[in-house]
């Protein structure tokens, strides 16, 4: 396999993780919208608080 094919292989895979984790994002926010799961203020106190610190 050449270097290119290599190169557009992971760039799909890469953009295919990147759909998967934003659906994942907002099947999370529709549950908490619709009041499942953990309060949505305690899920964003927790977002910030991991990436403050990044």
């Given at each position: ?28 926010y529709q549950d908490i919208a619709a009041g499942k799961g953990r309060d949505c203020n ?13």
């Amino acid at each position: 396999m050449s270097p290119t094919q290599q190169m557009l292989e992971y760039q799909k895979e890469l953009d295919e993780n990147q759909m998967q984790v934003r659906k994942m994002v907002l099947e999370s926010y529709q549950d908490i919208a619709a009041g499942k799961g953990r309060d949505c203020n305690e899920f964003f106190d927790e977002l910030e608080k991991r990436y403050s610190h990044a």
